[in-house]
């Protein structure tokens, strides 16, 4: 199937810890991104990266670290997890400018 | 900056009815507005990607306009279903690195 795939779907973890999150995405899109759904279900663009370049950076705190092997892969890794970093956190991929967004079912990172 | 708003925030109809979902953003200068469509706890579903250029998009029962001097995008859903409640989002994209920016939605009940 066709598709952008997180891994994995739910994670629980303590506040503390260091997690991972994976994407990846068999469309031969050039561009992948990161976006986080908070509480209020409203969802708000991270980081971007275009065929393994950084390009969008937002106001993210530094403990979240993005990394792209290559244009078909784009990992999440967040240090030190806090409490306000409980969300669902949703990869997406686009072809282009005049292209649509495709996205990844969600991760719900819960930290307790 | 870029706001985008949806009015209602929710809405519930009885089947059968047509649904009329209303999406504002601020600034005009956008290359493509998308509908998507996110049922509870699952990810994103693209329903309609409208180009800057167009004026419509249709899917079946879908009709997505788009004004953009008025800054405006309205989706029709023609005879609703129960199947069709969900949260539905809007999203411009206004910038070449493909930043979507999103409205807070509009959560649709259909009653059979």
């Known amino acids: 199937d066709t598709a952008v795939s997180q891994t994995p779907k739910y994670l629980v973890t303590q506040m503390g810890n260091d997690k991972s999150i994976k994407c990846e995405q068999n469309?031969?899109?050039?561009?992948m991104y990161w976006y986080k759904q908070d509480s209020k279900k409203f969802l708000k663009i991270m980081f971007s990266?275009?065929?393994?370049?950084?390009?969008i950076n937002e106001t993210v705190p530094n403990r979240f670290s993005p990394k792209s092997p290559d244009k078909a892969h784009l990992n999440l890794h967040i240090n030190s997890l806090e409490l306000g970093d409980s969300a669902v956190y949703f990869c997406?991929?686009?072809?282009?400018?005049?292209?649509?967004?495709?996205f990844g079912s969600g991760t719900r990172l819960t930290v307790v | 900056k870029q706001e985008v708003t949806q009015i209602p925030a929710a809405l519930s109809v009885p089947e059968g009815e047509n649904l009329v979902l209303n999406c504002s953003f601020t600034?005009?200068?956008?290359?493509?507005l998308q509908w998507f469509r996110q049922d509870p706890g699952k990810g994103l579903t693209s329903l309609l990607l409208?180009?800057?250029?167009?004026r419509e998009q249709t899917s079946g029962r879908l009709n997505a306009s788009l004004d953009k001097s008025s800054g405006r995008s309205t989706l029709y859903i023609a005879a609703s279903q129960p199947g069709d409640s969900a949260t539905y989002l809007c999203?411009?994209?206004?910038?070449?690195?493909?930043?979507?920016?999103f409205g807070a939605g509009t959560q649709v009940v259909v009653t059979p």
């Open positions: 409208i180009q800057s250029s167009q």
């Open positions: 999203a411009v994209k206004g910038d070449s690195w493909g930043k979507l920016q």
């Open positions: 469309l031969g899109h050039d561009t």
């Open positions: 997406a991929s686009s072809h282009g400018v005049n292209y649509g967004y495709t």
């Open positions: 600034d005009s200068a956008i290359y493509n």
């Open positions: 990266y275009n065929n393994k370049e950084l390009i």
